[in-house]
């Protein structure tokens, strides 16, 4: 998955010119060869392929400002690389926002590698996901299963939130049976789950045999399924709220999907996190994980649901939240993580024989980030894990301390479209903005 990018140079160069913008354009193929490929250059006012994703200008000179009519006909975003480093040169700012005001040329300028890497990933997934590829989803009469009065408030599973995200960003959702997958594990033999299990063991504490073979099964039932479908880049399950068709749960699964296929996963059915998830991935490739976020503003809305009594006593607790899902911090796939640990289940809802992950990220900074419920937006909200929080018996038996950076906790109370965070680790604010830009979509920073 690589973005197209036709390199422009300009007329009247001289010899040392052409010399120097062939070495700079060596040198970007060389830099990021995993991102993009090269289309054959073009001089400027000759016609762009539509196939590009973006033009590269690697070199700059007053003769730019002649012209104008040339530029502002380039209708794909432009990116400037002019430095020997990959990234833009400081003398080029004057140019740049001379193409941004000027001309109201779509203008993209990195000041590190780690930039343009997240725009160029970001054009080749915009592209993916335009060409119609599939995010699986097993679920058979969602909201009406376990904890109906809470499952029926769910906006992802409308219709209508189908048909805007498949309309905003080309992708097919498409739904199967989770009643009917369960039955196609059920039917795996044994020994097939054991070879399995036996290569790719994971670690795993006072869960038994019989549940690690239950959720080995599950795991090989939506491979199989996911081979059957083709071009699947992402998979979930209503899990919780139609538990009553599984005797185990899919973290297991979830870990493998993403560490062996490296396919996203979502807990719970919800796509609208399956999309953030895909579109935030694919651009940052850095840790991240969903989890529920439970503020300290909303107190015991949040306190009885995790069948604890007070959260925990600290300063300033109006900017602070815990991250709990499950019982534990929530599922992140073994690499994300700094301690990952397969337990047995902790809610009441799922079967007795389900099993849970009990995982860390690292400490320090994080951003959570989401698309909204209109796909015409994505919230960020700059955040720190400060420690983990233990509630021995309840379900919070590992959560996160969360913290918000700009001591915004009743603003983030006003921004959030969902009780499901996406955590990502590190500051990566502007690199989420320059992603949003390639999309196309509003942001904001909490």
């Given at each position: 998955?690589?973005?197209?990018?036709?390199?422009?140079?300009?007329?009247?160069?001289?010899?040392?010119e052409?010399?120097?913008?062939?070495?700079?354009?060596?040198?970007?193929?060389?830099?990021?060869?995993?991102?993009?490929?090269?289309?054959?250059?073009?001089?400027?006012?000759?016609?762009?392929?539509?196939?590009?994703?973006?033009?590269?200008?690697?070199?700059?000179?007053?003769?730019?400002?002649?012209?104008?009519?040339?530029?502002?006909?380039?209708?794909?975003?432009?990116?400037?690389?002019?430095?020997?480093?990959?990234?833009?040169?400081?003398?080029?700012?004057?140019?740049?926002?001379w193409?941004?005001?000027?001309?109201?040329?779509?203008?993209?300028?990195?000041?590190?590698?780690?930039?343009?890497?997240?725009?160029?990933?970001s054009?080749?997934?915009?592209?993916?996901m335009?060409?119609?590829?599939?995010?699986?989803?097993f679920?058979?009469?969602?909201?009406?299963?376990?904890?109906?009065?809470?499952f029926?408030?769910?906006?992802?599973?409308?219709?209508?939130?189908?048909?805007?995200?498949?309309?905003?960003?080309?992708?097919?959702?498409?739904?199967?049976?989770?009643?009917?997958?369960?039955?196609?594990?059920?039917?795996?033999?044994?020994e097939?789950?054991?070879?399995?299990?036996?290569?790719?063991?994971?670690?795993?504490?006072?869960?038994?045999?019989?549940?690690?073979?239950?959720?080995?099964?599950?795991?090989?039932?939506?491979?199989?399924?996911?081979?059957?479908?083709?071009?699947?880049?992402?998979?979930?399950?209503?899990?919780l709220?139609e538990?009553?068709?599984?005797?185990?749960?899919?973290?297991?699964?979830?870990?493998?999907?993403?560490?062996?296929?490296?396919?996203?996963?979502?807990?719970?059915?919800?796509?609208?996190?399956?999309?953030?998830?895909?579109?935030?991935?694919?651009?940052?490739?850095?840790?991240?994980?969903?989890?529920?976020?439970?503020?300290?503003?909303?107190?015991?809305?949040?306190?009885?649901?995790?069948?604890?009594?007070?959260?925990?006593?600290?300063?300033?607790?109006?900017?602070?939240?815990?991250?709990?899902?499950?019982?534990?911090?929530?599922f992140?796939?073994?690499?994300?993580?700094?301690?990952?640990?397969?337990?047995?289940?902790?809610?009441?809802?799922?079967?007795?024989?389900?099993?849970?992950?009990?995982?860390?990220?690292?400490?320090?900074?994080?951003?959570?980030?989401k698309?909204?419920?209109?796909?015409?937006?994505?919230?960020?909200?700059?955040?720190?894990?400060?420690?983990?929080?233990?509630?021995?018996?309840?379900?919070?038996?590992?959560?996160?301390?969360?913290?918000?950076?700009?001591?915004?906790?009743?603003?983030?109370?006003?921004?959030?479209?969902?009780?499901?965070?996406?955590?990502?680790?590190?500051?990566?604010?502007?690199?989420l903005?320059?992603?949003?830009?390639?999309?196309?979509?509003?942001?904001?920073?909490?």
């Amino acid at each position: 998955m690589k973005a197209k990018a036709i390199s422009l140079y300009f007329e009247g160069r001289n010899d040392r010119e052409v010399e120097e913008y062939n070495r700079q354009l060596d040198r970007l193929k060389e830099m990021y060869a995993d991102e993009v490929c090269f289309m054959e250059s073009v001089c400027i006012g000759s016609n762009i392929s539509s196939e590009a994703d973006i033009v590269i200008i690697p070199q700059l000179f007053g003769a730019v400002f002649k012209e104008s009519e040339r530029l502002k006909a380039i209708q794909k975003p432009v990116m400037i690389l002019t430095s020997e480093f990959g990234t833009v040169e400081m003398w080029d700012w004057e140019i740049v926002a001379w193409l941004r005001d000027e001309l109201k040329m779509n203008i993209f300028f990195p000041y590190n590698c780690e930039i343009a890497r997240v725009i160029f990933r970001s054009l080749a997934a915009k592209k993916l996901m335009g060409s119609g590829i599939k995010f699986l989803m097993f679920q058979d009469e969602p909201g009406e299963g376990m904890q109906a009065y809470l499952f029926k408030k769910f906006y992802w599973w409308d219709k209508s939130c189908t048909e805007l995200m498949e309309n905003a960003f080309g992708i097919k959702i498409l739904y199967k049976s989770y009643k009917e997958l369960n039955e196609r594990a059920d039917s795996i033999e044994d020994e097939r789950a054991w070879a399995l299990w036996e290569e790719r063991k994971t670690p795993c504490e006072n869960v038994s045999d019989r549940c690690i073979l239950k959720a080995v099964k599950l795991y090989i039932a939506v491979k199989e399924v996911i081979d059957e479908t083709g071009d699947v880049y992402g998979v979930g399950c209503n899990c919780l709220n139609e538990s009553f068709h599984s005797c185990t749960t899919p973290c297991l699964a979830w870990n493998w999907i993403f560490e062996y296929d490296h396919i996203i996963w979502a807990c719970e059915g919800d796509t609208i996190t399956m999309l953030s998830k895909f579109m935030l991935y694919t651009a940052l490739k850095k840790p991240m994980m969903m989890t529920n976020i439970y503020p300290f503003l909303i107190g015991m809305a949040a306190l009885k649901h995790e069948k604890i009594n007070e959260f925990p006593q600290i300063d300033d607790p109006d900017n602070h939240a815990l991250g709990v899902h499950c019982g534990y911090f929530g599922f992140a796939p073994e690499s994300f993580c700094s301690r990952w640990v397969m337990r047995p289940k902790v809610l009441e809802i799922v079967n007795e024989d389900a099993i849970v992950i009990d995982c860390e990220m690292e400490k320090g900074k994080i951003t959570m980030a989401k698309v909204r419920p209109d796909m015409k937006k994505i919230t960020i909200i700059e955040a720190e894990i400060e420690d983990y929080v233990q509630y021995p018996g309840s379900d919070c038996r590992n959560g996160a301390l969360i913290r918000y950076r700009n001591n915004s906790g009743h603003k983030v109370m006003e921004s959030l479209s969902s009780h499901h965070a996406i955590i990502i680790q590190g500051d990566v604010t502007h690199l989420l903005v320059q992603m949003a830009r390639v999309y196309g979509i509003e942001w904001e920073v909490v």
